[in-house]
């Protein structure tokens, strides 16, 4: 790794510090939405649709009323008088259709779980007691689940008024596919492949507590959330509050993976009622509801079809796409972005002349899906990685060779792939040497054809795979959507030498308020304890985006770097006057203004101290300004990607389909690392989160609608016994997109993962002829494949 | 509402009585009577462990124990054992390892490390560590730092044993 000039000694870009904010969770001392408690606070309870799709024909709360300790039971109708339905469309997603969609549902309810009422009570034990006997009266309608019969002619339909259940289509070609795929000297081969559902599974689930003074209409809300700006201007806009008087606070976040980035009806709905009401109310869901109405994510059937020619170079391309989204498109973000990804990046990796791709996104009565960790990428890559394998068997090449030859060269770049996607400063070939080097690939095959002999079935499986980080306006903003590509920094000098922050990006565990302390800390020169982060307020941060699509190091990272040197030159330019210095001479290390070679002049707290008490010894005309602010996007690109590698080595058990990981192992470019503990600590929770879809995780529903295992006894989330360890290294190719040069790194372990699963279960599969291509790969599905059952 | 019931117990050393409903939970007792809201509940199944508190000297689940189930008891949750310095060393690793990051399955993590390196005279390997864990689920680490951590502060307890 070369040297950059943020390895001088006492850098903290760079370095394994310990995160300075997690004493207090260790000790008990976190403060989640549930812990949250207000003077005279109501608690809500929903009454949810026991139906997948049902007309709501009347709704009877007298009995629920009569529970001593119930405030008030408000209907859909009640609602939607203070809080205006959405649309979750973008328009630059052309042609995508959802229709306006209540916070709870007036007339028909549209998957199991959807709000129907709400009711607020001294306790959430008694809003659960009067809930139960809030009586609806349903008159149940056909359900639309499976994704393609809802595209059948004679499927009914979820909205009336559209005349299919489509909620957009796109297609995209580029060069002449089908050429490719006719030329007899090349290979072509095709695979079609399903990805279950599933979901987040915070452990914190989500919540909100609101409180209304209607004396000067003011509303607050803390949220267990990813985006407080955006909820700000969601609930401005649907409540009719001006937004200057909205303030939304996001205090610790028990987990979020992208879930807790979306405006949900029954979080808004809790605004509504604490105007209606005017006394703060909390919604807390517990872990049925959270299965219920948290966004899902996946579930797609996508047909992929390849070809290469005779020196094994990838010709053409071409997927078919089709994933279900639930009833209504989520709003704002929309449920587009997911399948978008997928026709987006599917072979980003490789250079490919020929492209063609269909996605189809469609309504059906189940949970809404949306943006949820790694977002398409799991699907985008497994789909390319599954047929890179597929092309290896059906010509003899080694599969990591064949990714090798395929691979967009480290040199190649700036790069444009067939879909028009634009990649810079990406190191796929150097990651995926560094891979095969790491898991030692040659020894590890020849183990595994040894173990066969004695009918042990290990495979290996291999990813090259890409990332999108640090979006730019391209992604939500041109849409329409109130979602900031910006993010701000503020950094303050006090009378004690401290340096205050504060950033428009928030916590929700991967370490942002570290990394933000780092920057801040190095950026400005005084040590880590002498730097204090504020994240998570409205009142209090600058403006901008939040933490998601792994932009919070890369964009909230690059303006707390340009806000810090900023006020490092403001300080300097007060120093030089008090000192008699020239600005350029003197510097700012460890809580001091030095001269370059180091000498300390006066300590920061003498300095901010003469400032603030002791103006009258200023020279004249001096007037210090110890606070700076800056902003910033990215600009030159639409994302900033990402590139690694991945691999993943297990066995399964025949008999019992069981698949047992034995090793994983990431190379992942993200750029110039801020520390690498948390960047490595992300890669394996996100890991982590891929090998749950892979093989345990799935919302699974009946015929008609009904989510089947909504209990964390019955949905598997991945175990600390079944877990490998994960081994991880870097490749550092900093982005030229900003100074700082960090790329994201919150999400590529989610999206590279689940290939590399199911290519090694096929692997370990591939002797006894039969393969897989079905997610979660679990027990039952690899027995059907096997064959042993039926 | 229900009737309630007199319950008196010790948590974190003190002594407490209170009128609680039969159906409530420790975990909720501990929540809303005492404010002691280290203690989180995740699931209400007893599959995710993050409401695992020390009741008499035995980790249970404070979801699935009814809060009338602890009268007598002596109770210790998170922030009694942070104050009394007891998993102090535990703290100490989880942190240098970085073994969370949301933390809201950590204080349950904690008290289940805590029985863990307890009731086992030797370091366990890093498969037992993972078998032990299976009852406390974390979503964010991948458990990998959690089971680094573990096992640093087992070796450093033999080590400080026997030195």
Known sequence: ?790 | MTETMPIRLKVNGEAVSALVEPRQHLADFLRLHLQLTGTHVGCEHGVCGACTVRMNGDIVRGCLTLAVQADGAEIETIEGLSESGEIADIQAAFHRRNALQCGFCTPGMLVTTSELLACIDRVPTREEVRSYLSGNYCRCTGYQAIVDAIVEVAVARRSGSDT
């Not at chain 1, 559902?197 to 809300?221: F, I, N, Q, S």
């Not at chain 1, 604490?274 to 703060?280: E, N, T, Y």
């Not at chain 1, 308020?513 to 994240?535: E, P, S």
């Not at chain 1, 175990?719 to 081994?727: A, N, R, Y």
């Open chain 1, 1 to 790: 790794m070369t040297l950059t000039k943020y390895d001088r000694p006492n850098s903290y870009i760079g370095s394994r510090v310990p995160r300075p904010n997690i004493t207090r969770l260790m000790a008990g001392r976190g403060k989640y939405i549930d812990d949250k408690s207000l003077p005279r606070m109501l608690h809500v309870v929903f009454v949810r649709s026991p139906f997948a799709h049902a007309r709501i024909v009347s709704i009877d709360a007298t009995a629920a009323l009569a529970v001593e300790g119930v405030a008030s039971v408000l209907t859909g109708r009640d609602i939607v008088d203070v809080v205006s339905p959405w649309v979750g469309v973008l328009t630059h997603l052309s042609g995508m259709r959802s229709p306006p969609q209540p916070c709870v549902a007036t007339d028909t309810a549209r998957w199991q779980g959807e709000p129907v009422a709400m009711v607020l009570a001294s306790s959430r034990a008694i809003a659960e007691d009067a809930a139960t006997l809030v009586d609806v009266d349903y008159d149940p309608l056909d359900a639309v689940c499976d994704m393609e019969e809802a595209l059948e002619p004679r499927s009914p339909l979820i909205h009336p008024g559209y005349d299919s259940n489509l909620c957009w289509e796109r297609k995209v070609e580029a060069g002449d596919v089908d050429a490719a795929f006719a030329d007899p000297a090349n290979t072509v081969v095709e695979r079609s492949f399903d990805f279950g559902r599933h979901t987040g599974v915070t452990l914190e689930p989500r919540g909100c507590v609101c409180e209304y003074d209607p004396a000067e209409d003011r509303m607050t809300m803390h949220y267990s959330g990813q985006a407080p700006h955006m909820i700000q201007v969601v609930l401005a806009k649907h409540l009719g509050i001006p937004e200057g008087r909205v303030r939304v606070i996001s205090d610790d976040v028990g987990g979020s993976f992208g879930i807790k980035v979306h405006t949900y009806g029954d979080e808004i709905a809790v605004a509504g009622a604490a105007k209606l009401l005017k006394r703060p109310v909390k919604f807390a869901a517990d872990r049925l509801e959270s299965f219920q109405s948290d966004i899902h994510a996946r579930e797609h059937r996508v047909r992929v079809k390849a070809a290469i020619n005779g020196e094994g170079l990838l010709q053409a391309l071409d997927v078919d796409d089709i994933t279900g989204i639930g009833p209504y498109s989520v709003y704002p973000r929309s449920s587009g972005i997911e399948g978008n990804q997928v026709i987006n990046l599917t072979g980003a990796p490789y250079r490919i002349p020929a492209y063609r791709g269909r996605l189809r996104v469609v309504f059906q009565n189940k949970v809404p899906t949306c943006q949820y960790r790694a977002v398409g990428h799991p699907i985008a890559m497994a789909i390319m990685e599954g047929v890179m394998d597929e092309l290896a068997k059906a010509t003899g090449c080694d599969p990591a060779e064949l990714r090798r030859i395929n691979l967009v060269p480290d040199d190649a770049y700036p790069h444009v792939s067939a879909q028009g996607m634009k990649f810079a400063d990406l190191s796929h070939q150097k990651c995926l040497a560094k891979l095969l080097d790491l898991m030692d690939y040659e020894a590890l095959k020849q183990e595994r054809d040894r173990l066969r002999g004695r009918g042990v079935y290990r495979g290996i499986g291999i990813v090259s795979m890409v990332e999108v980080t640090n979006p730019s306006p391209m992604f939500y903003g041109v849409g329409g959507a109130p979602i900031a590509a910006q993010d701000g920094a503020s950094a303050r000098l006090d009378a004690s030498g401290a340096l205050h922050v504060a950033s428009s990006i928030t916590e929700q565990g991967q370490g942002t308020d570290a990394m933000l302390a780092q920057i801040a800390a190095d950026g400005f020169g005084v040590d880590l304890d002498m730097v204090h982060v504020k994240t998570g307020d409205t009142a209090v941060v600058p403006y901008g985006g939040g933490t998601w699509a792994s932009r919070g190091a890369g964009i909230g990272g690059e303006a707390m770097l340009q806000a810090c040197k900023a006020l490092k030159a403001q300080v300097l330019e007060a120093a030089a006057a008090v000192l008699q210095a020239k600005p350029g001479a003197l510097d700012i290390f460890r809580g001091a203004v030095t001269d370059l070679d180091g000498t300390e002049r006066m300590t920061l707290a003498d300095l901010a101290r003469m400032v603030y008490y002791r103006g009258n010894e200023l020279p004249a005309g001096l007037s210090p300004e110890f606070i700076a602010t800056r902003h910033y996007k990215v600009s030159d690109v639409p994302f900033v990607f990402t590139n690694g590698a991945m691999a993943s080595y297990v066995e399964v058990d025949t008999d019992t389909g069981i698949v047992k990981l034995l090793k994983h192992w990431v190379v992942e470019d993200v750029g110039t690392i801020i520390n690498e503990q948390l960047v490595d600590e992300q890669i394996r929770g996100g890991v982590v989160q891929g090998i749950g879809g892979a093989l345990y995780e799935e919302c699974v529903y009946s015929d008609d609608g009904q989510l089947l295992n909504a209990s964390m006894a019955d949905y598997l989330v991945p175990m600390s016994v079944e877990m490998p360890d994960i081994e991880i290294a870097h490749v550092m190719t900093p982005t030229s997109t900003s100074e700082l040069g960090a790329k994201g790194a919150g999400e590529a372990g989610t999206a590279g993962a689940p290939g590399a699963i199911m290519n090694a279960v096929n692997d370990a599969l591939a002797p006894l002829g039969c393969s897989i291509s079905k997610m979660p790969m679990s027990p039952e599905r690899i027995l059907r494949a096997l064959g042993t059952v039926d």
